[in-house]
Each structure stands twice: as C-alpha cells, then as structure tokens.
C-alpha cells in the first residue's frame, strides 16, 4: 500500500485531543527562524548541506546540479519536530494497526529509502525540492524535506535512516521527473529517530495517546472529556513539587513509587506518562475542584 492514497487526511483537530496550539504552548514551543532562504526557496542559509553524502542527488531525476548540491541549509530542530509530532499527530502503540479511536493524523515510522534533490515545475514555475521516499509500518511515504525550513529546518536524513512521521494530506499539485511521478504526501511532521520508538514498551497498559492541551483544558475547566475507560499517553512538563503529587500546569500528577521511570520525575522536565484513573478531587476550601491522574509509567524519551 502507498500512504499518498491512504486516505489519511483529517486534520489533527478531528482526532478529539489533538489542539492545533499544542506544538506551541508553553516550554518547548516551536522556535521560529528568520525566512532567510532554503531549498525550494530561492535563499540560501547556514551550517549544511544536502544531496552531498551519498544520495542520488545526482541521478536523471533531474536533480543534483552543483548549485543545489552546494545549497547551504538551515539545521534541523529535532525539539520543534517533537512538538509538532506530539501536538498535532496521534500517536499509537502499534503503528501498523493504529487504534481506531485515535483519530487522525496518526505517526507511523520506517526507513528512508531514497531522498533526491530534483527540479519540480508547479503552475511554470520551476522550483528547486528535496524529496524523500520512506517505507513505513503501513505504507510508503513520499514527501519534500524542506517544508518547515523556516520553523523546524529541512530535513537530513541519509538513505539507511530512520523517521518517524504522519501525513495529514496528499497533493497532487508538482509535476516532477519520470523517477518521483505522482502525488506527494503533506506531512505534519517528520522527526528523526535512531531506532524504533519504545511504544512497545507500553503496549501492555494499552494507552490512547492525548495532547497535554486536553488535559489542561478539563482541569481549567473542571470537567472531565478524556476518552472513558482508558490509560492515556501524555508528553507534559512537570511544573513543581506539591506535597506529595506535582502540579503539572491546571492538573495534578501522583506518581507512586514502584511505577516503572517514578524516579525521571523532577521539576522542568518533560517526559512521557501513561495515565490512568482520572478524577475531579474537590477541595475544602470551595475552590474549583482538580484534576487529578495517576501515573502508571514514566518515559524519558519514546522517539530516541
């Protein structure tokens, strides 16, 4: 199956949890770059290049002419690829049979197997681009590297590398070389990993992935909408220190001691959490009531 005729094309908003402000709320937000050039946009930026270590930058896809090879390009910013991939996708435990109640962009990850600088044409306008080619648990992926130039980077991943990423549409919009004919998939992020994510791990507890933003918005506003009956999936920031629980921002984290990663736990980081029982705890003096979770397990890093 080719994921450019997957169908999966629902905004991340559909997916119940998945607020579009999430890639930007709070520590760790989406560090914005000047628009100073990259390829595909006629500019030319710092630290390095790609199409120079090995690829087919040079094949008869009509690509990989020394002035594109040569093309300097703004470094990746794996943290922003994180927060997009986190707060605007939904992430599942198995990435080839996603939980159907997820809701849609859904992550999958895989291998790049070829990545090409080739000059498109779109309404006779040529234009420089970097595509990337990416077999995924359910699909294969084709897509251009320097999307987010000007927020995350353009992409550096060689042949042989690993991703992880979620397509949010498809556009069938370039008219490219015979090699990369064909609709492209829009992506709403794509983040480099060194193996495959640790999601296995938690596949026991069963978790649905949600956005910290939904936790937030049912503590703010003393009511509960998280998915019923399940554990959660949850990358949040742990604020400070409250007696025995932490306040993570308008909710409340216990940690029990014998819960698996209980000792990652410390002020200003940001982990991942498996969630469970979810509860509007009211307090004695007449206050809004909190909301608090339980944790079940603790994750430093779930894409390494």
């Given at each position: 199956?080719?994921?450019?005729?997957?169908?999966?094309?629902?905004?991340?908003?559909?997916?119940?949890?998945?607020d579009?402000?999430?890639?930007?709320?709070?520590?760790?937000?989406?560090?914005?770059?000047?628009?100073?050039?990259?390829?595909?946009?006629?500019?030319?930026?710092?630290?390095?290049?790609?199409?120079?270590?090995?690829?087919?930058?040079?094949?008869?896809?009509?690509?990989?002419?020394?002035?594109?090879?040569?093309?300097?390009?703004?470094?990746?910013?794996?943290?922003?690829?994180?927060?997009?991939?986190?707060?605007?996708?939904?992430?599942?435990?198995?990435?080839?049979?996603?939980?159907?109640?997820?809701?849609?962009p859904?992550?999958?990850?895989?291998?790049?197997?070829?990545r090409?600088i080739?000059?498109a044409?779109?309404g006779?306008?040529?234009?420089?681009?970097l595509?990337?080619?990416?077999?995924?648990?359910?699909?294969?992926y084709?897509?251009?590297?320097?999307?987010w130039?000007?927020?995350?980077?353009?992409?550096?991943?060689?042949p042989?590398?690993?991703?992880?990423?979620?397509?949010?549409?498809?556009?069938?919009?370039?008219?490219?070389?015979?090699?990369?004919?064909?609709?492209?998939?829009?992506?709403e992020?794509?983040?480099?990993?060194?193996?495959?994510?640790?999601?296995?791990e938690?596949?026991?507890?069963?978790p649905?992935?949600?956005?910290?933003?939904?936790?937030?918005?049912?503590?703010?506003?003393?009511?509960?909408?998280?998915?019923?009956?399940?554990?959660l999936l949850?990358?949040?920031?742990?604020?400070?220190?409250?007696?025995?629980?932490?306040?993570?921002?308008?909710?409340?984290?216990?940690?029990?001691?014998?819960?698996?990663?209980?000792?990652?736990?410390?002020?200003?980081?940001?982990?991942?959490?498996?969630?469970?029982?979810?509860?509007?705890?009211?307090?004695?003096?007449g206050s809004?009531?909190?909301?608090?979770?339980r944790?079940?397990?603790?994750?430093?890093?779930?894409?390494?």
């Amino acid at each position: 199956m080719t994921a450019a005729g997957s169908g999966e094309s629902d905004a991340a908003t559909k997916g119940g949890t998945g607020d579009r402000t999430a890639a930007g709320s709070g520590d760790g937000a989406i560090e914005t770059t000047p628009k100073t050039g990259g390829v595909g946009t006629g500019g030319a930026t710092t630290t390095h290049a790609v199409g120079t270590s090995g690829d087919s930058g040079g094949g008869d896809g009509g690509g990989g002419d020394a002035d594109a090879n040569a093309r300097k390009l703004p470094p990746y910013k794996r943290g922003n690829a994180l927060a997009m991939l986190e707060g605007f996708c939904r992430i599942p435990i198995d990435a080839a049979k996603p939980d159907p109640k997820l809701g849609k962009p859904v992550v999958d990850w895989g291998t790049v197997v070829r990545r090409e600088i080739v000059k498109a044409t779109i309404g006779g306008r040529e234009q420089t681009m970097l595509l990337y080619e990416v077999k995924g648990q359910r699909g294969t992926y084709r897509f251009s590297g320097d999307t987010w130039w000007d927020t995350v980077g353009v992409l550096d991943v060689a042949p042989g590398g690993m991703v992880a990423l979620c397509q949010d549409a498809i556009l069938d919009m370039y008219k490219l070389p015979d090699p990369w004919k064909g609709p492209l998939g829009r992506m709403e992020a794509v983040l480099p990993i060194s193996r495959a994510p640790r999601t296995n791990e938690l596949a026991k507890l069963d978790p649905v992935h949600v956005s910290d933003i939904a936790l937030r918005r049912d503590g703010d506003a003393g009511r509960l909408t998280l998915p019923e009956g399940r554990r959660l999936l949850v990358r949040a920031k742990v604020e400070a220190a409250d007696g025995k629980r932490w306040d993570m921002s308008r909710w409340w984290l216990e940690v029990p001691s014998g819960v698996p990663g209980a000792k990652l736990v410390a002020p200003g980081k940001r982990l991942w959490f498996v969630l469970e029982d979810p509860k509007l705890e009211e307090q004695p003096d007449g206050s809004k009531a909190r909301l608090v979770v339980r944790a079940a397990a603790v994750v430093d890093d779930l894409f390494p």
